[in-house]
């Protein structure tokens, strides 16, 4: 499945983090697959310094957008808050607020708000901030969003401005892990 492939490509890149020989001794010493599984995740998991960086993404990106729309606000979304992130996986970011209506059902809105963030956040990666690169519109998929990595942490985002049901899911999502973390 999709998601399968995703959890593989964080583990690979968490893996490139830590060395393969410390994750191997770590897992060694514990013998039953359960436990093995346990601390595979406690090493690969998000840990607080992760998760700050992230926010500090997240308050960026917002403080950049509010000169474009200056009521709009940035949320976190995915991996980064449902407690299923890993070292190594992307910062999926929805961009809105109360003013600005969820433009899913609006593709010429759509397009020009797409346009615009875009330019902006180009605009940021040629400046002397060196906070972005990699800046690269998606605006005609299914969910549009902007893709680009944050310079400082090497994390790579996505952008979206079309999705706000993402965070009902992600919340959901949480709310089902913190009643069985299975």
Not at 79 to 91: A, I, Q, R
């Amino acid at each position: 499945s999709i998601y399968s492939k995703n959890v593989c490509k964080s583990l690979i890149k968490a893996q490139k983090k830590m060395k393969y020989e410390d994750i191997k001794d770590s897992l060694s010493t514990i013998t039953d697959i359960n436990g093995q599984m346990k601390k595979l995740r406690s090493l690969c998991e998000l840990e607080d310094d992760d998760i700050n960086e992230r926010e500090k993404i997240r308050e960026f990106i917002e403080n950049v957008l509010k000169e474009l729309y200056p009521e709009c606000t940035a949320h976190l979304f995915g991996s980064s808050v449902n407690g299923l992130g890993f070292k190594g996986s992307d910062v999926d970011l929805y961009v809105g607020s109360e003013n600005i209506q969820d433009i899913d059902s609006n593709i010429q809105r759509q397009l020009k708000m797409g346009r615009q963030l875009l330019e902006k956040l180009q605009n940021c990666q040629k400046s002397d901030m060196n906070e972005l690169h990699g800046v690269e519109g998606i605006l005609s998929a299914t969910v549009p969003i902007i893709k680009f990595v944050h310079s400082k942490s090497g994390i790579e985002c996505d952008l979206s401005f079309s999705n706000r049901r993402a965070l009902i899911n992600s919340r959901f999502i949480k709310m089902c892990l913190e009643i069985d973390s299975r």
